[in-house]
Nanobody, 124 residues
Framework: QVQLVESGGGLVQAGGLLRLSCAAS????????MAWFRQAPGKEREFVAA????????YYEDSVKGRFTISRDNAKNTVYLQMNSPKPEDTAVYYC?????????????????WGQGTQVTVSS
């Protein structure tokens, strides 16, 4: 089992920079596929990015490709989401998620563990 705590959210101007972190506690962080999802008011939770156990495979939702970067540091039990040039439409609560198994899946139901979320607000 793993516990996840996100941090780093806040208010950022469009075109700025923001880095989200997700610290994991529990056992064997390096055996989990990690992902970021987000949920805007009145919308479904949607996939943002995922990273394989060793960090060599990445997958992004189309709208964030080239702007956001997911990474992980297994020695620190932490996964990151670097948000470059955020847009107002990126405003949402961002969640960190973890799953065991294989495959960079994009559906929320495929992830077993979730953090509490961190609010990101992008002003225009």
């Amino acid at each position: 089992q793993v516990q996840l705590v996100e941090s780093g959210g806040g208010l950022v101007q469009a075109g700025g920079l923001l880095r989200l972190s997700c610290a994991a506690s529990g056992r064997a962080f390096s055996t989990y596929i990690m992902a970021w999802f987000r949920q805007a008011p009145g919308k479904e939770r949607e996939f943002v990015a995922a990273i394989s156990m060793g960090g060599s495979s990445l997958y992004y939702e189309d709208s964030v490709k080239g702007r956001f970067t997911i990474s992980r540091d297994n020695a620190k039990n932490t996964v990151y989401l670097q948000m470059n040039s955020p847009k107002p439409e990126d405003t949402a609560v961002y969640y960190c998620a973890a799953r065991q198994g294989y495959g960079l899946l994009v559906t929320a139901k495929d992830y077993d563990y979730w953090g509490q979320g961190t609010q990101v607000t992008v002003s225009s």
